[in-house]
């Protein structure tokens, strides 16, 4: 690992339970010594990524102009606005747009149909890889050493019993690409379902995904076939217009 990315893992301690960290943290956390930890914070600091609070260190304001770039240019955001619009539109259900990031998926858009939404998966919320429609379709595509890596990798509370064995995951995950799309009921929220379809850049390499969900109740007064259509025309769609 170069020294660019030890330092740039700084600021994955950042994590809702952990909003500040300061040296002590980096040092345990990441293994660093004190010496290369302060060196990283004042590096960071220095470009506006990190600012000094009396307690340690925060996200600085660099983060926020960032943001605001990848809102208005980002490639898969800028193309599907008017997809968002229309499926929320014409089903009233939330809709979700997640990128793969890492080992992750990242959810980057949620656009409800109401204000009284249930779901709560705003930007930059990670999604659970192996509990949701949103990222098992991701998950779906990835290369089979890629996909057992992560496998082995995850621990079983992370999971619950999603995961089962390495014979009977990889057969779901071979099911989804057959299906071209995931549905998931009850995982998340005992109240919420929702159906996920794959997005691809122009070298048919998975970028994320694109996700309908809300109350149960909603999902199911539409037809499962319905449904699919809409998530698969409009993945396909974006897929589309990020190739050209």
Same mark, same amino acid.
């Given at each position: ?47 506006? *990524? ?7 260190? +925060? ?17 898969? *955001? ?33 656009k409800s149909a109401s204000d009284t939404s249930a779901l709560d998966f ?17 998950l779906a595509y990835l290369l089979p050493r890629q996909l057992r890596r ?10 619950? +019993? +999603? ?33 996920? +379809?794959?997005?691809?850049d122009e070298k048919h390499r998975i970028l994320g995904s694109i996700t *309908? ?32």
């Open positions: 690992m170069n020294s660019l990315q030890r330092m740039l893992d700084v600021l994955s301690l950042f994590r809702d339970d952990q909003p500040v960290i300061d040296i002590d943290v980096i040092s345990k956390e990441l293994g660093y010594p004190a010496s290369s930890a302060y060196r990283y914070v004042r590096e960071l600091a220095g470009a506006g *990524l990190l600012v000094r609070l009396p307690r340690g260190y +925060a996200v600085g304001p660099r983060i926020i102009e960032l943001d605001r770039h990848m809102t208005r240019f980002d490639p898969v *955001l800028s193309v599907s606005r008017d997809i968002v619009d229309d499926l929320v539109r014409k089903t009233s259900l939330d809709l979700l747009i997640s990128e793969w990031y890492g080992s992750k998926v990242i959810n980057i858009l949620q705003g930007r930059g919320s990670p999604i659970n890889l192996f509990r949701s429609a949103t990222a098992r379709v991701v992560l496998y082995d990798q995850t621990p079983p509370e992370e999971s619950g +019993a +999603a995961l089962g064995t390495w014979k009977e995951f990889s057969k779901a995950m071979l099911r989804i690409r057959k299906d071209g799309y995931c549905i998931s009921e009850h995982e998340l929220s005992p109240h919420n379902s929702g159906i996920a +379809a794959p997005i691809f *309908l969900a809300g109350s149960s109740d909603r999902f199911n007064a539409f037809n499962r076939e319905f449904l699919a259509t809409l998530i698969c025309s409009a993945a396909n769609e974006i897929a589309a217009r990020i190739a050209s």
